[in-house]
């Protein structure tokens, strides 16, 4: 049973910066989509960043325009790992922070995600 598991939340001040991990084991997600939602309270589960495979084009990454610029979605296949590099971190980035793996249909679509993490907590706070 593939597992993924997430790691680096925490408070930070607006401005600040946080480098999320998550660890999957189980199976390998190389050439797979691996990504990034978030879900803050009372709002539903929302598209942050993912990075695509596919025989035609290798990896792809893909931002929210909320977060494009200052976020970074990253991966290293040898460590089955999936990171996303926070910046200039605002008071509408808290939330809590879901890994996803694998899947099919539209990347922005949390449905369409197979694996989840457990999500840790970002708060931006003074």
């Known amino acids: 049973q593939a597992q993924l598991v997430e790691s680096g939340g925490g408070l930070v001040q607006p401005g600040g910066s946080l480098k999320l991990a998550c660890v999957a084991s189980?199976?390998?997600?190389?050439?797979?989509?691996m990504g990034w939602f978030r879900q803050a309270p009372g709002m539903e589960r929302e598209f942050v960043g993912v990075i695509t495979w596919s025989l035609y084009t290798g990896y792809r990454k893909y931002y929210a325009d909320s977060v494009k610029g200052r976020f970074t979605i990253s991966r290293d296949d040898g460590k089955n790992t999936v990171y996303l590099e926070m910046n200039s971190l605002k008071p509408e980035d808290p939330a809590v922070y879901y890994c996803?793996?694998?899947?099919?249909?539209?990347?922005?679509?949390?449905?369409?995600?197979?694996?989840w993490g457990q999500g840790p907590q970002v708060t931006v706070s003074s």
């Open positions: 996803s793996a694998a899947g099919t249909g539209d990347y922005f679509h949390s449905a369409n995600s197979d694996y």
């Open positions: 189980g199976r390998t997600f190389s050439r797979n989509r």
